[in-house]
DNA sequence: CTTGAAACGCGCTATCT
DNA sequence: AGATAGCGCGTTTCAAG
């Protein structure tokens, strides 16, 4: 594997900023955000195919690819299961009302149960917010048992989903 | 391509339930869920590779993925891509306080706006919670305005995410 | 249902414009 | 920086246990 550690030199930014992004964003032309949502949607499709939508050659967008791997743009490729498939349909979203900072530290704990999906730090009422998907009422109130269970805390409010319209990961805007 | 359309015949179902699942739920041993569970943290990775790590040969593998994905329990194959480099760097959970069921059609239109990755109806106070992804506060606020717009609610209550600690997607129990 | 071998197609590199 | 040509490899299929 060759090693091209070329920094993209002058790419063609669309928005110029007076003083430069300060953390991170990328420098991205329009070829780089429509090939980013092809790849968000999905990511089977060959390089020739990919060429065809871009107006492109394959071994070009192969190049725009691995650059993009290359900055974390692209940070993987993973495979979107069905929950309901998998015997968990029951979504919810869990917030956690807390008095110290200190729980924050044992909720982590909770990244090890793989009906945990996301694990939040927020604003507002609640200090902290957990997507979770059981396998029905009971699996959440054991999992919001464990989460009484630590101490230091005011209470959990879970909202359950009912239908899911939409969800989808970070997408370019086109 | 050849269609296979043969019914997974005899699979050893790890949990039998009285009168069967009602609507879906797979029927997957534990060689199953173990390929899901690395597929979905990988989807990269070769068959070879993954037969390996699940002792098992290159085309075992593929029948298997090829089997789960006929069945659906694999939706698909995506990119999943940095949300900060795509100059998005605030999550925000809104949570969407209606009056009438009317204003469910009127938000399902902002699936249009790349900022919004999630739309749920849920339980409790609130009627509709949605996942947002923005630059910025200011940018939040004019998606805000948006539904604001719209008739028959009584108000949003945002969350802005500090830290994300966790966040993936449906992974099986292993 | 799994294992091993063979052929096709694609990813990837190198070269050139 | 993109297009064309070519090699190597992984996926995919087939037959056999």
Known sequence: MTQDLRKSSTRTARTLRTSGPRTTAAALDDTDRKLLALLAEDATRTYAELGKLLFLSAPAVHERARRLKKEGVIKGTVAALDAAKLDRPLLAF?????????????????????????????????????????????????????????????????????????????????
């Open 94 to 174: 869990v917030h956690v009302d807390t008095t110290s900072w200190a729980v924050t530290r044992q909720l982590l704990a909770l990244e090890e149960l793989s009906d945990v999906e996301e694990i939040h730090t927020v604003t507002g009422e609640s200090a902290m917010l957990l997507k979770v998907r059981t396998r029905d009422t009971q699996s959440l109130e054991q999992l919001l048992a464990r989460i009484h269970a630590i101490e230091g805390f005011t209470g959990t409010r879970s909202y359950i989903a009912l239908t899911t319209y939409l969800e989808r990961g970070p997408s370019p805007d086109l």
